[in-house]
């Protein structure tokens, strides 16, 4: 028989402690992960730190560390959808990593958002099948709070232009985002699906979030979403990677002004934000 041999068949580690699919092992990575889909972006985002090493490319998923403005801070690339971003979080959540941070790219539902504008989600319709496969589909996929504070933080800071609201997660970018199919194809059930999710306050489309906010949720972890709106689907427009660097931007200062809060937490015992902060930022919250 040829082949290496893992610890075991049900939680599979090699004999250097690198779990199975993100070949990490605990120290490599920090507790703040940014989680791109795209493995092109984890080296983007790479780009802006003070410095960075790779830790392990296997499949699409590909992992940089690194330090950012002097914290520790980690990259790795999800793929595109639920299954193997559930994975992910998985493998990072076992090697030590417990706040993660999605930078993506996403359509957005209403003509105001700007394409090259980003949408900071506070929670996503989980259209998607992997979270169910983890908890009933009533369970609410939320984003925490700190995490979105940090990110809103982080725009305002920068000056980039943003909108907080709620996402839809999917499992398919054409018929599931009510896009047609191949030779036309859109089945009656998705006919009219943007109209409704309009209808219901729900302002983009992406395909991960959902999956990383249940997750993070089950565990006790942390996790918020921060996209470049690359496509509109009212005004029809679409270009490829508009806002993409501001997204990459925010998630990485929002890492920053996270591990201050956390040392302001250890330190004193106390949350850094203020109740009156969060109501001023929840004020924010665009209802369209
Ligand atoms: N990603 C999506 O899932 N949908 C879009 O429209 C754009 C990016």
Redesign the pocket.
């Known amino acids: 028989m040829t082949g290496k041999r893992l610890s075991s068949a049900s939680s599979p580690v090699d004999e250097a402690g690198r779990v199975y699919h993100l070949m990490v092992k605990p120290g490599d990575v920090s507790r703040y992960v940014l989680l791109p889909g795209d493995p092109g972006r984890v080296l983007r985002i790479a780009s802006f730190w003070d410095e960075s090493w790779k830790i392990a490319e296997h499949r699409e998923y590909l992992t940089y560390s690194g330090r950012y403005k002097g914290v520790f801070i980690s990259a790795t690339s999800t793929g595109i959808g639920a299954p193997s971003t559930a994975i992910a979080v998985e493998e990072l959540a076992r090697v030590g990593s417990d706040t993660f941070i999605r930078v ?4 957005a539902l209403r003509k105001e958002i700007g394409v090259g504008d980003l949408i900071i989600s506070v929670g996503a319709v989980r259209f998607e099948g992997t979270s169910k496969q983890y908890v009933f589909p009533e369970y609410p996929a939320v984003a925490s709070i700190d995490v979105v504070l940090a990110l809103v933080t982080a725009a305002e800071e920068l000056g980039v232009k943003y909108h907080l609201g709620i996402t839809a997660s ?1 499992d398919s ?1 054409y018929v599931g ?1 009510e896009r047609p199919g191949y030779k036309g194809y859109l089945p009656p059930h998705q006919k009219g699906l943007i109209d409704y999710l309009k209808s219901v306050n729900v302002i983009n ?3 991960e979030a959902a999956t990383i906010f249940t997750l993070a949720n089950i565990y006790r972890l942390r996790a918020g979403s921060v996209c470049a709106a ?2 509109n ?1 009212e005004t029809e427009e679409f270009v490829v990677d508009a806002g993409v660097d501001d997204a990459i931007k925010v998630a990485n200062e929002a890492v920053k002004i996270l591990s201050e809060w956390d040392t302001i937490m250890k330190e004193t015992g106390r949350p850094s934000v203020s109740a009156k902060t969060i109501i001023e930022w929840y004020k924010k919250l665009r209802r369209f």
Request: net charge neutral.
């Open positions: 993506g790219t996403t359509g999917t970018f985002q489309f992406e395909m690359i496509a689907r």
